[in-house]
Structure formats: structure tokens, C-alpha cells
């Protein structure tokens, strides 16, 4: 299984970035979905998150800014990311639980996208 990211750049602040998502693999499901984000010099923080059946769940600095949305039939999330901030700067990474036909599952990352915003 792997998790492939896309979208990242550099961006004045204000503008607007989609970062996109794509799991492959053997996958019988994915439950939830996220994006995290890490900030040079700071720990990994969860960004959004997105069930199966569409529940969102969003850090308070990003609230009103930031869309999460998924495709469960393309396995696909991804974040569209609006009124970006500098402090909104950092590598983006996407998540996925992914459940297989044995009813195991595994928690993968991307690879991460640098997300640059300029003041």
C-alpha cells in the first residue's frame, strides 16, 4: 500500500493551495482519512480528518480556512486550503487506515508536500 501526495508550494499569504491524495495497494477499505502537518522545529499535528462516511474533525487554527473532503470509490482525499496563513507553512503529510480483505489494518503516511506561505 502505498500513499501518494500531491499540491504542495509556494503560495503568498491569502492564496489558496488543494493538496491531494492517493492510497494504492491491496485495499479492501479505508476508514478514516487525515492530513497532518509539520512545522520546522515542531511536532506533527493533525491538520483534518475525515471518516468513511464523511464526519470531519478540524484543528481550531484552520477552522473556516480548510476543506477536507474524500472519494471513497478512488480512494482519495484531499484538502482544499483557503486564506493561507505563514504560520500555515510546513510539510503536509496524508494518513489513511487501510483495512485488508483479512480484516487486519495498517496505518500508512505519505510521503509529504511542502507547504510554503509567504507573508
Known amino acids: 500500500v502505498q500513499l501518494q501526495a500531491s499540491g504542495g508550494g509556494l503560495v503568498q499569504a491569502g492564496g489558496s493551495l488543494r493538496l491531494s491524495c492517493v492510497a494504492s495497494?491491496?485495499?479492501?477499505?479505508?476508514?478514516?482519512m487525515g492530513w497532518y502537518r509539520q512545522a520546522p522545529g515542531k511536532q506533527r499535528e493533525l491538520v483534518a480528518a475525515v471518516t468513511r462516511d464523511g464526519s470531519t474533525n478540524y484543528a481550531d487554527s484552520v477552522k473556516g480556512r480548510f476543506t477536507i473532503s474524500r472519494d471513497n470509490a478512488k480512494n482519495t482525499v484531499a484538502l482544499q486550503m483557503n486564506s493561507l496563513k505563514s504560520e500555515d507553512t510546513g510539510v503536509y503529510y496524508c494518513?489513511?487506515?487501510?483495512?485488508?480483505?483479512?480484516?487486519?489494518?495498517?496505518?500508512?503516511w505519505g510521503q509529504g508536500t511542502l507547504v510554503t506561505v509567504s507573508s
Open positions: 494518513n489513511a487506515e487501510i483495512l485488508y480483505l483479512s480484516f487486519a489494518k495498517n496505518n500508512y
Open positions: 495497494g491491496s485495499i479492501y477499505r479505508i476508514n478514516d
